[in-house]
């Protein structure tokens, strides 16, 4: 049973233009949710969070919503740029575990020069 | 500061063999956690400690196990190891909240 799901398991994108990573989960006791980058043979590197008291948290090209009613939550990432190109994981915790994360399968994200 | 550091970073071992994976938080970080990426199971959660003590873990045999040590490093040892057990072996630790930084894994490959 996949609590955390990515359907989309590749995007490609044009340099310059927005990337839209999709996220849905199923547990309602998620309360935190991260977004994290990552390349081969190499540890995650954690790009945003949010938590289930906001709909929306940016960091410069990084935007997360997050849509608590249809528990979704998307990436957006503007301007898309070649360097971006890995593997994002959406994860999620609760309160009553909080170090306990729960990942997506990982979207291929390709932007084009 | 530092990131999280795992070593080895690469291991070969056979099948019925013991490993033992070793991990260093960022400075000041208490808690530690473990987990397991395959191409088959993605990332999934082994264990996590805290001040010494492991609060929660995942869904995965009792040949998987942990302690972490008074200055916050932890170690992970698989026993027995299976053929399945070939995996990125990735540590995160963490200060507040539940953000976790990732280490850069060690990558297990049993024969």
């Known amino acids: 049973d996949q609590q955390v799901k990515q359907n989309s398991p590749s995007l490609s994108v044009q340099e310059g233009r927005i990337s839209i990573l999709n996220c849905d989960y199923t547990?309602?006791?998620?309360?935190?949710f991260l977004w994290y980058k990552k390349y081969p043979a190499e540890g995650p590197t954690f790009l945003i969070s949010i938590s289930s008291i906001k709909d929306k948290n940016e960091d410069g090209r990084f935007t997360v919503f997050l849509n608590k009613s249809a528990k979704h939550l998307s990436l957006h990432i503007v301007p898309s740029q070649p360097g971006d190109s890995a593997v994002y994981f959406c994860?999620?915790?609760?309160?009553?575990?909080?170090?306990?994360?729960?990942f997506g399968s990982g979207t291929q994200l390709t932007v084009l020069p | 500061k530092a990131g999280v550091t795992q070593t080895p970073r690469y291991l070969i071992k056979t099948r019925g063999q013991q490993v033992t994976l070793s991990c260093s938080p960022i400075s000041g970080h208490r808690s530690v956690s473990w987990y397991q990426q395959t191409p088959g199971q993605g990332l999934q959660f082994l264990f996590e400690?805290?001040?010494?003590?492991?609060?929660n873990k995942g869904n995965f045999p009792g040949r998987f196990s942990g302690r972490q040590f008074s200055n916050s490093r932890s170690e992970m040892n698989v026993s027995t190891l299976e053929l399945g057990d070939s995996a990125l072996y990735l540590c995160a630790s963490s200060f507040l909240q539940e953000t976790q930084y990732f280490g850069p894994g060690t990558r297990l490959l049993v024969l």
């Open positions: 547990n309602s006791m998620f309360d935190y």
């Open positions: 400690y805290f001040s010494e003590t492991q609060r």
């Open positions: 994860a999620a915790s609760s309160s009553g575990s909080a170090r306990q994360l729960t």
